[in-house]
T-cell receptor, first 112, second 116 residues
């Protein structure tokens, strides 16, 4: 079985400040790791994924996440956030069989 | 690419009626589609896994006769909420896995179901 723990349910930050959204997981099998973003009343959009290779993955809008196998973590970071980054962020793991487990989500609120 | 269309985006219905939600992969073939339910301020709860041409696999606690899933083609899966009641009101999200892809799921925009 897999589980995902997002350590912070809410993260308020000021615009242009750095932010880190934490994600830890546990699994008895190999998994792929994902971060999704959800805006109000919308579905999930894929933000980042780690499938293999370099442990540091980056998105086109400045987010990055690093897979740390020893700490079973996949924390999401951004050096300078914008108002438009305000959203719900979900960390997820997916097994080879394709079954996904999501964390409870972190609400990122960027204040001016 | 990899766009998933979910329709309708919002539906309001009377208690006792049935509601059908469609999930289509527009530009790729999806052998597997997933249906999730999301309560306010909560995470996604997997309801069922839908494989093209076969019966859906439901998660524990999800009523098969209540939530009918059909995956008739490689680009379409439907979820029918039968005899809907107010407690079925929720946000339903589908996702599709790219055929031959690396377990990446592409999500629809969701359907807000409100049962009066």
């Amino acid at each position: 079985a897999q589980s995902v723990t997002q350590l912070d349910s809410q993260v308020p930050v000021f615009e242009e400040a750095p932010v880190e959204l934490r994600c830890n997981y546990s699994s008895s099998v190999s998994v792929y790791l994902f971060w999704y973003v959800q805006y109000p009343n919308q579905g999930l959009q894929l933000l980042l994924k780690y499938l293999s290779g370099s442990t540091l993955v980056k998105s086109i809008n400045g987010f990055e996440a690093e897979f740390n196998k020893s700490q079973t973590s996949f924390h999401l970071r951004k050096p300078s956030v914008h108002i438009s980054d305000t959203a719900e962020y979900f960390c997820a793991v997916t097994t080879n069989a394709g079954k996904s487990t999501f964390g409870d989500g972190t609400t990122l609120t960027v204040k001016p | 690419g990899a766009v998933v269309s979910q329709h309708p985006s919002r539906v309001i219905c009377k208690s006792g009626t049935s509601v059908k939600i469609e999930c289509r992969s527009l530009d790729f073939q999806a052998t597997t589609m997933f249906w999730y339910r999301q309560f306010p301020k909560q995470s996604l709860m997997l309801m069922a896994t839908s494989n093209e041409g076969s019966k859906a696999t439901y998660e524990q606690g999800v009523e098969k006769d209540k939530f009918l899933i059909n995956h008739a083609s490689l680009t379409l899966s439907t979820l029918t909420v039968t005899s809907a009641h107010p407690e079925d009101s929720s946000f339903y999200i589908c996702s599709a896995r790219l055929r031959g892809g690396k377990n990446i799921q592409y999500f629809g925009a969701g359907t807000r179901l409100s049962v009066l």
